[in-house]
């Protein structure tokens, strides 16, 4: 595999990216096809719209130099250490790890860094590839261990493309009237679309994987492997969010958050040439289920991102109490309780998932599925009542708010001053700033990471729901509570057998 | 008193308005002072972002001219039938037919049509000004009804403004550093300024009331009275909503719902006259509570309106699902129920509020004020649930769609068409159509109105927590209980006297 | 029809019932075939566990002597003044002061006084007997007003019997293997078994009525009648309650509510004679679900009794928090706010729904349907919040109080009275009494009613959301958000005919 | 100290006792002085209401003797493997593991097992111990040691008990009217009482501990110290619990669950002796609040078992729907999918605060505060909805069931076997026992552990409420807010301190 090839076609990458600022200069030039408000968008790094999504990446490699213990590890791939959304959890704490980091982010950002994903696929690729090979006697494994090593020298940002646009939902891939509803394998090329792709054009890799189970016939849509973000064919049609625009006005109180959001883009491909040498998955059917199964299992439990957005809400709710002057009355003080009760949730749950993670056989470590799935099952419900609550918080005033150019006009500018002020010694700026802030994650650009997207990324409630049905061992509690009622039939085969099946589970060996 | 005073200050209202289209033509030429997005606007009759809020008024007046018994009531003031938002109840029923107009109105718009805040102004100085008089020998009532007989022989709207900006929290109108952080008289002119004003430049004339329980050094703060909206001195300082500027875009698609929706502003009074012939309470500091009390009870019942939103977005929220194929899966249709379970739940409470109303001396009816308080209680809640629910049924794409211009553009339309395609027989333009109404009333515009103005308008949460502590009757209950319990000391007395109370509230007599 | 058989069988009931205590004489010496612990029951009056429901129906007796104008009505039927549960309903009036009887007895008993299925029955019959004889020509109507008006006279209680037994859920009542799972004519007589019979032994007379919608093949199992309580053939298997027998220790503090309780039990009919002239349903199957829906539509809102029960629950949870002197706290009065709140919720949605009630042909007043299922699927969630917060204020002391014969112990009783005491001026004894009632209704014999009945009467909350599913209305409201997003196939037919229909509902005529 | 004093007075201890049988065996004879209904108990082992709870108690050294792994660990104080309720935790994970094994016990007992309190009572106070003598230069950590050496290999039960019964609760201990209102030192005896102790008199060994943080002035009461359930000047007074009585009827059905209850009683103690090597703190005040502290946080984590106790709960809710053909409807098979949610996330919040365990200088390890109260805030609320919800697919049968007796009576029994009959292959007496079961864990005795102790145990949900105030780090999370919001005053100094404090919580090391 030639060096260009990983590095993303382009020379540039032969030297490995160190900082967020040789991140973003990184993504400059790359002639991508992106479009936006009905315009071909000439260079993205410089798309006010974009930038902010640009930040909130390169902020994961500032991290990751800030604090290495938090962001980066140390790879048994290549011996050095690499940023931690490149290297494979070969231990709870490794996976453990990966949820402070998340959270850190999700402090520093108030939004969206948009890596999970991708380190959640290279996680489920290690174990799954390795399974692949078992079963089949391919080769998968040493070439996806291949490409991983070259990323981490490298120092890239990998994006995962998963959900396809699925037309028709009550039919298979195969049976769709259009074959490209599904991304699917045409010779060496992949046709097909990708929806609500996270994270993408500001990646240098995409790695594409399957979306659902798949049966016999869909054999050709069981593909998975890696291209490069800027390889032909790929057409980007970038996705609104509620307030985008305000990123394009001038001042930067009205945004919000301005430095950072989420991207989210549809990703067509058409004919979209992958070497063998970076394909995962080529036609082993069956394995699309595990694949999904276990990047979900992953990524649900990375939704602790929300917990450190949840931070930032939480404060930007105090700081508006406090600007008022009421941050100590009781129903306040309850209230922010409340929402940090929910907001630790959340991450009591996810932490628990990674921390109770079991050992596959390619020796990459997979999160306890139950946990995961109720963690992100929590991340549908509670950020709604802790946004709900930062605006019981916020007071009317974060709506009702004139734009920044009031503020700043040389006739009604005095007359928000002396109106909009909150405690002597705040400054109407100030408070303005907080509430755009709450506005911004509640209703604004950041509000789509926050609410929508935590209700849907990683599978809407339901799928959680339908995982969760799968495993909560019914059968074993029916006989727990059997035997307690003194009924006769309760069979103590099955007992032991749903016991220890069960007992795997929950009772997974501890690590002292 | 003049006619012209009483149309506006300005002529051509000597003529009813007779129509929504009327009604847009006598808001031209005004030259009022308003700032939007640092700019005054020439005419807000024509700003693309004013304008849908100046649409939902006008539909007010068509819904009365379409269902005459909806909408309009024969006014005892004048003997001719008027539009009900200048109708003061006079049973039970004229309640309840405000709540049922509200839901319809709410249904038509999908946001707020900005008329209650007036209505229910009226509705609660008809009393007030009744009992003012009988306790202070004064001349309000005849005052206020010959207005009132002007203002609905011309067909106008009337704004109501009450929430001053307040300043220290800590501090009484009087004690403030600056005395006009709440409106004040200063010999014949108001000063100060009102804040997240609902419905106030697309009004013809505001009523200024005090915002709180006053105390007689308040006195010079006591001050109701109405005012044109053109008059001298005030200054429109306009509120910038969630996606407001995708209202000015071209094209109707990204707004959602182009047509309709509210508006909000900060009213700055500098040294406005106000004749006495408009003065409906000037320094009886103790009546200040009364009023204030009175018109959250009408206003807090007021919010029914929310359910006719409400309709709106569990209509979006199906309609998303069936254009998907799904609406018959059950936890889809489960979802639905419950969004109707909570929708008609605050349709309940306020419409119970409405008819178990009491008379006022005055012949006013008044709302039973538990019940309003808890019928608004659920307005700071369900909303939020309810558009959780519209968001986890309308999927992620409401947050990805590309911008309409997208769907024009000559090269990415056609992807679109082809990757964003639901149900055959649907049209993809309308599938997205259905998703940015969602995005509208959950992120963009409407939501300012469904959810954050919900929460707060006629009173935040803790109000209502105060509002109910304050009629729960909790001796009564206690006495109740004693008596079950066999405790010795529960006098009968005490229940007696708590239990005449009780039933006058809830025992209201009903007329059959 | 001989007058003694409309008395229940027995001469003794010539002279119309006047008070509770008659009513208790009434039903001595009745010879049923009751049984409790493994034992026939020889005089239910005298039983302990039995006569606390007695006399929950006895304080329905007394109510309307007390107050003649919320228990009793004047009865076209006679001229007479009723007792309210025996007349029926011929205007949304009457409804709502069914719902004001309903609070107001649930306030005085704190339990189930057993009489509303009886009430919601003959109201449901007056109707469906009209509908039937105009449909079929028969004379149901005029015999069932015949019994009506006799038993307004003698003044008596009736039962209402209305759930079969069911056996296999997958079949219908003429698929079953035994035939007697539902109720069931055989010849002159029935056969089969009701369950959950609430308030039938001591009721004078049963009015059997089928459980579900019918078909053509089910047509023996489509009769309703009227049925003495003492008939040959019948048998009262009593259900156990939670504590039941605390009520037949000595003392009366560890009981809770030591006068009050419901009662329910499986009535099992053997051959039970059932004359034609008190014959009200008979093989017109089709008439089963209109009876069905009409009955459940009465009783789901009648459970606006439950609030009664909520008084005195937040009243007992007030007085406990009172005896530690912490009433005053902010989260304990912030949680009394929170129970009033739910609790006038279920008040609010019952009340509204009578409010709306609709006129059937036969002059009887139907509440409105939706927010009858409204009403009473909170019911099946606010009782136990309510309940929980009840708890919360009472402390773990609840359930760790030792028995009544230990405060009265010689040696033991002392140290209670040391170490139990609240407040100073507080005595143990009333601290204890209070919270053994909190015990009571929410673990014991009364939370049989307040929680798990409120769950299942009337239906269990998949019921009501089956009905809140068939009346949402779902295309109009699909209709409503097609037109404001500007999809063009928003039929203008179809909303005018869904807007019709829906206006027949939530714009019921309003009666001034 | 003399080995007869560690092994509670008594000669039989000297062997290890060494299963549940011998337990129970090592019980007898200890002539306690314990009322309960008014009588003086003559033997606690054989008091059919008692028994249910000492059997609770011997399943916890069978669980020992079953699944050595999970509930025994070996002992650095004796080298031996003891039983896991008195080991001292040295690592997260043998925090963890305690939480594995209360959920198995919970899963075997479906009630509260009572060993608990004891357990973290020894957790904490090795810590508390060692930080005392390092600031007084006392020797308490040895002396604790030693005692609790002994009681490893001994093998015994330690009650723990903490709740004075607190009298005014406007007034410190030290200023109450009645000194004894608080556990008090009197020369070489303690006097006073604690309430709600559970399992205390089938301990041998009673930990006395302070209740709440004290001052100087209060010093007599800041005694910790070790006294055997037998002492002279003990008296017991047995707690009553709903249906405590059904336990001594005939029959095994209608307990619900015949095998295991909990146990509260009342201890008073007068002039109680205690000598100085049990004694582990003694007017240190100071360190009240410490041992308080350290005592809830591990307490709180430990509410895990409840997560046993849902498991059952969950089983025989499936295991009625299944009986009754309707497990796989998609609303029952939902309702399944909460509860398992709601008891997996106290599940994961427990075992989270486990995980994220700090070492203490001492070596014992602490749960992490926050998640430690964050679980038990979800215990005062989740097993209430999920108990609601079993309610809910039980049906309304379980609370109308007739008594076991009818079940076996000659007449009656048949037709309850006839009526109440579910599937056709299902006994009707497994489907009553299955219901009593739902009765007893939702109103019944095992109500009172599965719901009013969740709400009350280790503290009421305010005091958690309180203890999250503590540590929300809300400057943090308002510096974080401001940060992003651009505000000019977000202090670097102070984010760099609280961030250190934070990251110092929620980063805390993980062990791989």
Redesign the interface.
């Known amino acids: 595999m030639d060096q260009d090839v990983v590095a993303g076609g382009s020379a540039q990458f032969r030297n490995p990216i160190r900082s967020g600022s040789e991140y973003i200069e990184s993504l400059r030039g790359r002639k991508l096809k992106v479009?936006?408000?009905?315009?071909a968008v000439e260079e993205p790094v410089d798309h006010p719209i974009i930038r902010p999504s640009i930040n909130a990446v390169a902020r994961t490699y500032d991290l990751a130099n800030e604090d290495p213990e938090?962001a980066s590890a140390v790879s048994p791939l290549t011996g050095d250490r690499v940023n931690r959304f490149l290297h494979i959890s070969?231990?709870?704490?490794?996976l453990?790890?990966q949820n402070?980091m998340q959270?850190?982010l999700g402090?520093?950002?108030?939004t969206c860094f948009q890596r999970c994903v991708g380190m959640d696929a290279l996680n489920s690729l290690h174990s799954v590839t390795y399974d692949l090979d078992e079963e089949h006697g391919t080769g998968y494994h040493a070439r996806f261990k291949q490409f991983l090593a070259r990323v981490q020298r490298a120092n890239l940002v990998i994006g995962g493309a998963m959900t396809d646009?699925k037309?028709?939902?009550?039919r298979s891939p195969s049976q769709q009237?259009?074959p490209?509803?599904f991304l699917h394998v045409v010779g060496v090329y992949v046709s097909g679309?990708k929806?609500?792709q996270t994270g993408c054009l500001n990646s240098h890799w995409l790695i594409v994987m399957p979306t659902m189970r798949l049966e016999a016939a869909d054999n050709d849509y069981a593909i998975a492997g890696a291209i490069p973000v800027d390889a032909d064919g790929i057409?980007y049609?970038?996705?609104?969010?509620?307030?985008d625009?305000?990123s394009a006005e001038e001042g930067?109180?009205?945004a919000?958050?301005?430095?950072?959001s989420g991207q989210?883009?549809?990703i067509?491909f058409e004919e979209v040439f992958i070497p063998n040498e970076l394909v995962f998955l080529d036609g082993e059917f069956e394995f699309a289920s595990t694949l999904v199964e276990r990047f979900t299992c992953y990524h649900r439990r990375s939704y602790v991102c929300k917990t450190g957005v949840g931070?930032?809400?939480?404060?930007?709710a105090?700081?508006v109490a406090?600007y008022?002057?009421?941050e100590h009355v009781?129903?306040v003080?309850?209230k922010?309780?409340e929402m940090?009760?929910l907001n630790?949730?959340i991450?009591?749950?996810g932490?628990?998932?990674s921390?109770?993670g079991i050992a596959m056989k390619s020796g990459a470590y997979l999160p306890d599925e139950?946990?995961a799935n109720?963690?992100k099952?929590?991340v549908?419900?509670f950020p709604?009542?802790i946004?709900?609550l930062a605006?019981?918080l916020a007071?009317?005033?974060?709506?009702?708010?004139?734009?920044e150019?009031?503020l700043?006009?040389e006739?009604?500018g005095p007359?928000?001053e002396?109106?909009?002020?909150g405690?002597?010694e705040v400054?109407t700026e100030?408070r303005i700033?907080?509430l755009?802030?709450v506005?911004n994650m509640?209703?604004?650009r950041n509000?789509?990471g926050y609410?929508?997207?935590s209700?849907?990324?990683a599978g809407?409630?339901?799928a959680q729901?339908i995982q969760?049905?799968r495993s909560?061992q019914?059968e074993?509690?029916?006989?727990?509570?059997?035997t307690?009622?003194?009924?006769?039939?309760a069979s103590r085969a099955q007992i032991s057998n749903d016991l220890s099946t069960y007992m795997a589970r929950?009772?997974a060996p501890?690590?002292?």
């Open positions: 479009y936006l408000m009905g315009e938090l070969a231990s709870p704490g490794d453990v790890m402070k959270r850190r402090q520093l950002t108030g646009v037309g028709d939902r009550g009237a259009d490209d509803l679309a929806a609500h057409t049609i970038y996705g609104r969010q509620s307030c625009t305000r930067n109180i009205d919000g958050n301005a430095r950072f989210e883009a549809m067509v931070d930032v809400l939480i404060g930007a105090a700081a406090d008022d002057g009421v009781s129903h003080r309850d922010l309780v940090t009760h630790e949730t991450y009591g749950t932490v628990a998932a921390h109770q139950m946990l109720v963690c099952h929590h549908t419900r709604y009542e946004g709900r605006q019981d007071g009317g005033l974060m709506v009702t708010l004139p734009s150019r009031e700043r006009h006739t009604v007359l928000i002396k109106y909009l002020k405690r002597p400054s100030d700033r907080v755009r802030l506005e509640t209703l604004g509000a789509v609410l929508t997207e209700m849907h990324g809407s409630p339901q729901r969760i049905a909560m019914i074993f509690k029916k006989t727990l509570a059997k307690l009622a003194g009924v006769a039939d929950v009772f501890v690590r002292n």
